[in-house]
């Protein structure tokens, strides 16, 4: 089949999950919004397309990048929600302390999100996360330091790890980009 699915075949799903996973309901969302509980169930369901300023306050209201909300990218009907081709993947996240990620699981709609990470060198997370989330990363190339709870990690290629409720804070001080896959239980993105 070469008929291609609409480019937000999946944002409603993906809204809805991200608003589950963050405990919210459709009335706290709605209300945020300024918008009523039937809008936002129908943009939920794919029936409603919202706008530009839409998104940019339901992205806020998530806590999500806007580009997360953008980057659905047309698949052929029979791949979609099944296969992401490499130059298909969605990036998520800002770059901004030099992380580069990637959205490996078609959509956010399953119990758990993979996540394809590039830590760029002589980069570092300068807050610590503390997510209410299951992690486990596999490191495929380069090296990171891993700082998890009160404990200090080196990890490099081969090399996995698990944070689990915990606050943890990454660096690559090293001269070459560390790559790594995340499984990540709830999406929080």
């Known amino acids: 089949m070469n008929s291609q699915a609409p480019q937000s075949a999946t944002l ?11 405990g919210l309901t459709l009335t706290e969302i709605a209300t945020r919004l300024d918008r009523s509980v039937g ?3 129908q943009v939920e369901r794919d029936l409603s397309e919202p706008s530009i300023s839409d998104l940019r306050q339901i992205a806020e209201c998530l806590g999500v990048p ?9 698949a ?3 791949e979609l929600g099944y296969v992401v081709r490499a130059g298909s993947r969605r990036p998520m996240g800002s770059g901004e302390e030099g992380l580069i ?3 490996l699981s078609p959509d956010l709609t399953d119990d758990f999100e993979m ?3 590039t830590f760029e060198p002589n980069s570092r997370m300068q807050t610590p996360a ?8 596999y490191m495929i190339s380069g090296r990171l330091n891993l700082t998890i709870g009160s404990r200090e990690f080196l990890v490099g290629p081969g090399d996995s790890f698990r944070i689990k409720h915990e606050p943890y804070q990454w660096a690559n001080p090293y001269e070459e ?3 790594a896959i995340w499984v990540i239980a709830p999406p929080v993105y």
């Open 76 to 78: 052929p009907a029979n």
């Open 66 to 74: 806007m580009s997360m909300l953008f980057a659905h990218s047309a």
């Open 177 to 179: 980009p560390a790559v």
């Open 12 to 22: 409603g799903a993906d809204l809805r999950a991200l608003r589950k996973a963050r």
């Open 130 to 137: 503390n997510r209410p989330t299951q992690e486990v990363g």
């Open 115 to 117: 996540v394809h990470s």
């Open 39 to 41: 809008w936002l169930s």
């Open 101 to 103: 990620e990637e959205l």
